[in-house]
């Protein structure tokens, strides 16, 4: 086994960790970044499947994402918009399908005049919330020990308003049931995006898309990095030494540095060994964290048929399998391509199907909002990130019921010479490519502050 000595180490060479290693290396400081997989990214992977090119993990770029969009032009990455022309659809919890171009879904006015309400004690309670520390409103307590279903139960007795509200933060962004984590936690996840009403407005959120495909961000960071970048390098062992260095210990290398960032997800820290074991606080902490659930499904079409029919491709159904589906259109391709999502316990029901009976489920529920020819794609592909060893679940990992306000604040601090750096621990782009790049430079300029 090879043995090397560098300033800082990182492990994980998704954008957290190469933005950690860039920031590092431009100021001057060895690094080594090791990385389990066989290719970079984490849950960015930009890949060919018969023929098509998809975005199998992350892919939009919305305004307030400055991190990432500054980052975009240094390395002179385009970006397109997303197809929004024509109607969208609207399927109702009894299967009312209705086409519609407002910004709010067409339900009756009783039910739009309660979706506006909620949205803006949603929005008065964000506005309230500092993404970067949601455990210092003076509420955060009361707000974290009831459940997100609960708390818009509360607040309102139209199942219809809850749910459609729910939705986008639920199904559409945890991707857990909204009974399973904290109204403080879905107050965060709407902060971390500027406002809540960000979070419903699909042209704010979705807005564009990355030419090439996202992944590219962190290959081109990665290419810069050149041989420092390691992979097929799992972590396995973090040692701190009496002096208070480390030895990162992985599969086929071993590097002795001043500092180590570990830039995984939080679930999977635990499959690190820490040498001696970490902080009681830290043991605590790591448990109260958890994987969503989302199926991205792909289906790539000869035509975008729905074009030719006035729909813009964009759906919603809080009641439906596939709970959101949009154009997914690859810049510059004749083809088709939509991509749907199928989160939490829906995903769980399909997940026990044969994958040919889900398939047909999955397209089934595609065709309610935009016609029959959704059936028959020439490309079909489901993203499984659940099943990924070095990734465990998909959108990002988030607290259960009472986790962030007792534990948030020490979300981010380090132990002694070993930092942290994740999408999942950040407050600006909580659980997007831009919160990643904001904590892995976070992590290497309290390096370089020190
Ligand atoms: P990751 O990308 O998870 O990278 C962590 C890296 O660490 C991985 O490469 C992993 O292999 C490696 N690793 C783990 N354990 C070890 C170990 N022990 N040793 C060495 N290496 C290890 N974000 C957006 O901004 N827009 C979107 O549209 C969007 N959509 C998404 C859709 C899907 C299906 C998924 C899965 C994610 C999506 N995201 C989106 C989220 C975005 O991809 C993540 O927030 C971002 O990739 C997180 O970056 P990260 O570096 O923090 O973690």
Not at 77 to 100: F, I, K, W
Not at 237 to 252: A, K, L, Q, W
Not at 277 to 297: D, Y
Not at 421 to 428: K, L, N, P, R, V
Request: proline share 5%; hydrophobic share 40%; with cysteine.
């Amino acid at each position: 086994d090879t043995v090397i000595e560098r300033d800082v180490v990182v492990v994980g060479a998704g954008p957290a960790g190469l933005m950690a290693a860039r920031t590092l290396a431009a100021a001057g400081r060895s690094v080594a970044v090791l990385e389990a997989r066989d290719r970079v990214g984490g849950r960015t992977w930009s890949d060919v499947i018969d023929g098509a090119f998809l975005e199998i993990g992350g892919q939009w770029v919305s305004p307030d994402q400055t991190e990432l969009l500054s980052l975009l032009s240094e390395l002179g990455l385009g970006t397109y918009p997303r197809y929004r022309e024509g109607d969208a659809v609207y399927l109702a919890p009894d299967g009312t399908r209705t086409r519609y171009q407002a910004a709010t879904f067409p339900t009756s006015e009783k039910t739009t005049a309660e979706i506006d309400r909620l949205t803006t004690i949603l929005d008065e309670l964000v506005a309230e919330i500092d993404p970067d520390a949601p455990w210092k409103h003076p509420r955060a307590r009361e707000l974290d020990t009831i459940s997100f279903q609960h708390w818009l139960r509360r607040e309102s007795a139209d199942d219809e308003a809850c749910d459609a509200v729910g939705l986008f933060i639920a199904g559409g962004m945890l991707t857990k049931p909204a009974h399973s984590f904290s109204a403080l936690q879905a107050l965060l996840m709407a902060a971390s995006a500027g406002s809540f009403s960000h979070l419903t407005d699909e042209n704010f959120i979705l807005d564009r898309r990355v030419i090439g495909g996202m992944q590219s961000v962190s290959l081109a960071m990665a290419a810069s990095l050149g041989a420092d970048v390691h992979l097929g390098t799992p972590v396995r062992t973090i040692r701190r030494e009496p002096g208070g260095s480390v030895t990162v210990v992985s599969d086929h290398i071993t590097v002795r540095a001043e500092q180590v960032i570990v830039a995984v997800p939080p679930p999977l820290y635990s499959r690190i060994s820490y040498e001696p074991p970490l902080p009681r606080r830290q043991h605590q902490l790591h448990q109260h964290l958890s994987m969503g659930l989302v199926i991205k499904v792909h289906a790539v079409y000869e035509t975008p048929f729905w074009r030719a029919d006035g729909l813009s491709g964009t759906g919603f159904g809080s009641q439906s399998l596939v709970q959101e589906v949009y154009d997914n259109t690859n810049h510059g391709d004749t083809r088709g391509t939509l991509v749907g999502f199928v989160a939490d316990e829906k995903a769980d029901q399909l997940f026990a199907l044969d994958p040919a009976a889900r398939r047909e489920r999955i397209l089934a529920s595609i065709a309610e909002f935009l016609g029959e020819q959704a059936l028959n794609p020439v490309v079909y592909y489901e993203s499984d990130w659940a099943s990924e060893e070095w990734t465990r679940g998909a959108y990002g990992a988030s607290f259960d019921l009472g986790g962030l306000s007792r534990y948030g604040a020490d979300l981010r601090t380090p132990v002694g010479p070993i930092h942290w750096a994740c999408s999942d621990i950040a407050g600006a782009g909580f659980q997007h490519v831009d919160g990643a790049l904001r904590m892995g430079r976070a992590a290497a300029e309290s390096i370089l502050a020190a």
